[in-house]
């Protein structure tokens, strides 16, 4: 039984809003879905796909949050 965790920012959205359709995580659900399908042969029925949106204040990369990361970047 795979269970596979993806994570998105909610990046260029408003607070609160998803900057991700339901189209586009159906497509995300179906991929990774099928992938599993056809690379392990897992089946449909028994594969879990949970899409988590994170703020962006809460994403963090190289030891800082992603906001700051990018500021400082713009400013080198």
Do not use: H
Not at 52 to 72: A, D, F, S, T, Y
């Amino acid at each position: 039984m795979p269970f596979v965790s993806i994570s998105i920012t909610r990046e260029g959205s408003a607070p609160g809003r998803s900057a991700t359709t339901s189209e586009e995580k159906a497509a995300l659900i179906k991929g990774v879905s099928q992938l599993l399908l056809d690379v392990l042969n897992k089946p449909l029925d028994s594969t879990f796909v949970v899409i988590n949106e994170v703020e962006l204040e809460n994403w963090g990369w190289g030891g800082l949050p992603v906001p700051e990361l990018r500021k400082q970047r713009q400013a080198k």
